[in-house]
């Protein structure tokens, strides 16, 4: 006889199926969740302490295609699509801002009765792991901020950016003419080249098979318009988990120096630099990105580490 939560995993798993491209990658490891109304794509796989993975924003569990196989020896490893991102839906009431996703998340978390040791994030993913930390009553004992978009935009950026960010989201026509845009090749390729990354002819095939869902772009441009980052930085300083920031020294979309900045201000925090990686090092250098969070998060404690 199956049992219950066998027959619930089974039919999760066929419901990933029949969303997700079978081709798509780790797609075999692929299941849909269901979390207080949000439908969740998640990839889980591995053993050892749970390790949670979060994306940054226009990108997907795909990103990590090649970095979870070489951390699943040492880790569970649990990858989500973000609300309305990839192959998971928008949150309820469609709030993508970074308080919103971190509940959302504690609300998956919740229903899968999982409590991750360690949680890794790129991009903005990095800022919503260290909400997560910061919530979560130091259980989280390190986090990995890959490329970490950390700090709040300011002067002139600032007040063009949120603004416009705003009037694309508000703009249905506008998440139909960029997937419009993305059926060009070469428009997905400067996109990346702008990052500062280089990826191979898969790495760019999936990200332009994103930018052309019109419901994943129109959850890109509503995070973009409610992203706030000031509120996290005024409470950094009460982060307990040990802190490791992984920059690209090609990085052209989150500046370096960003990190060196935020290590500055917590004694628990390292800074490491791959000098011949972009945006994307995760994608570009996964090896050495797997060993760096393995290393990181495996390590006996330190003294002047913040307690588990």
């Known amino acids: ?38 439908r969740w794509h998640v990839q889980q796989l591995g053993s050892g302490p749970l390790l949670l993975l979060i994306h940054g924003t226009a990108a997907s569990t795909h ?11 040492d880790f569970e490893v649990l990858a989500i699509d973000l609300p309305g991102h990839g192959y998971s839906s928008r949150l309820p009431d469609g709030d993508m801002s970074l308080p919103a996703l971190a509940r959302g998340i504690a609300g998956l978390l919740e229903t899968l ?38 700090l709040p935009f300011g002067g002139m950026f600032a007040r063009v950016f949120s603004p416009l960010a705003n009037f694309f989201a508000s703009t249905w026509l ?14 997905v390729e400067r996109v990346i080249r702008g990052t500062g990354s280089v990826l191979d002819a898969d790495g760019i095939e999936l990200y332009q098979s994103l930018f052309r869902r019109e419901t994943h772009l129109e959850a890109v441009l509503a995070m973009m318009a409610a992203w706030d980052l000031a509120p996290l930085n005024h409470d950094l300083s009460k982060l307990d988990s040990r802190l490791l920031l992984v920059t690209g020294g090609r990085d052209r979309a989150v500046d370096p120096a960003e990190a060196d900045r935020i290590a500055s201000r917590l004694v628990q925090a390292e800074v490491v630099r791959l000098e011949h990686c972009g945006h994307l ?22 003294d002047h580490d913040a307690p588990d």
Not at 63 to 73: A, K
């Open 1 to 38: 006889m199956i049992s219950v939560s066998a027959r619930r995993y089974q039919t999760h798993a066929l419901a990933a199926a029949s969303l997700v491209p079978a081709d798509w990658p780790l797609a075999e490891h692929s299941r849909m969740v269901h979390s207080f109304g949000t």
């Open 63 to 73: 990103s990590f295609r090649d970095l979870i196989p070489l951390l699943t020896t």
């Open 113 to 150: 009765d999982a409590s991750p040791r360690f949680i890794a994030g790129h991009s903005a993913g990095a800022a919503i792991a260290l909400r997560l930390a910061l919530n979560a009553d130091k259980t989280v004992a390190a986090v990995t901020g890959l490329n970490a978009a950390l």
């Open 174 to 187: 506008m998440p139909q003419l960029l997937s419009r845009r993305a059926a060009n090749r070469r428009a």
């Open 281 to 302: 090092a995760h994608e570009e250098a996964p090896r050495e990105v797997a060993r760096l969070i393995r290393e990181y998060c495996l390590r006996p404690k330190k």
